[in-house]
């Protein structure tokens, strides 16, 4: 690679940058990688080397995309007809080898959103029109369709899906293999085909500096709400008057109330409502 000022970006000589495209202040831009006409590549992004970034795409600062990701070319759904729509992927992220990301469609708002610092590990796939979160990891082959809804902190497991228009709560892990049909609530677990609700997402807290009476209380609220009295609707307006300045509670009984095109993944029996 041709040396050049940091100040500078670096661009192998075997790279193709289309005319149009905006490269960042210190981006490295590796060989035999294609950027398009259309993109935006921020400052001290890295494409190592074989990379395709197209379409309306920006890359946020800093962030690393590694060999044979594909990202940014048209969405895998037949109802697109070329309407213009964009990707965005924001800062600090790591795209591992072989992971596609597509732009949105007119069905789902014309956007793809990622947040920042999000790991994307081997083959792992984000469809169109998809919202995903900051400090998201996907590993390997996970599969992500189409207008779904990934809350920050989230773990998925490898080769995990999502069923399209499926949402995942903040600090939810998906276990590796799950395949998810409906929504996860916030700080749930969920595991196995078809996924089912297998507790509370303990050890994600713990690492992320929940306080032990902050889990407690979760569990507290998480066991009423999902116990078997009533109706969901009666469990969860008996939780909000028992926890009403809880704000991680709040949080799953705000994502239970916003509802969505799913239903709730819910526990296979009462030894998972009572995690």
Do not use: W
């Not at 395709?52 to 690393?64: E, I, L, N």
């Not at 060999?67 to 990707?87: C, M, N, V, W």
Request: proline share 4%; aromatic share 6%; hydrophobic share 40%.
């Amino acid at each position: 690679m041709k040396e050049a000022p940091l100040s500078e970006a670096q661009i192998h000589p075997g790279a193709v940058v289309e005319a149009g495209a905006q490269i960042g202040t210190g981006a490295i831009i590796g060989p035999f990688c294609h950027v398009g006409p259309n993109v935006v590549i921020g400052d001290g992004v890295h494409l190592l080397s074989h990379v395709v970034v197209y379409g309306q795409t920006h890359v946020g600062a800093r962030t690393r995309i590694f060999p044979f990701a594909s990202i940014g070319h048209e969405p895998q759904d037949l109802k697109y007809r070329g309407e213009a729509s964009t990707l965005s992927i924001g800062s600090d992220c790591t795209i591992r080898e072989g992971v596609t990301m597509n732009p949105g469609t007119a069905g789902g708002g014309l956007a793809t959103i990622v947040g920042d610092r999000c790991t994307f590990l081997a083959n792992a796939h984000v469809a169109h029109d998809c919202h995903i979160g900051s400090d998201v990891i996907m590993s390997n082959n996970v599969m992500i369709a189409g207008h779904c809804r990934v809350g920050d902190f989230v773990i998925l497991g490898g080769g995990a899906a999502l069923h399209q228009f499926a949402r995942v709560g903040n600090h939810a892990f998906i276990g590796g293999l799950a395949a998810v049909e409906n929504d996860v609530i916030p700080y749930g677990m969920a595991l196995g085909n078809r996924a089912y609700l297998a507790g509370l997402n303990l050890i994600g807290l713990k690492r992320r500096g929940f306080s032990r009476e902050a889990i407690h209380e979760l569990r507290r609220a998480y066991r009423t709400l999902f116990g078997d009295e009533g109706t969901l609707k009666e469990r969860a307006e008996t939780v909000a008057v028992e926890f009403p300045e809880d704000q991680q509670v709040r949080e799953i009984l705000e994502f239970i109330q916003q509802g969505g095109d799913r239903a709730l993944v819910t526990p296979r029996d009462t030894r998972d409502a009572g995690a």
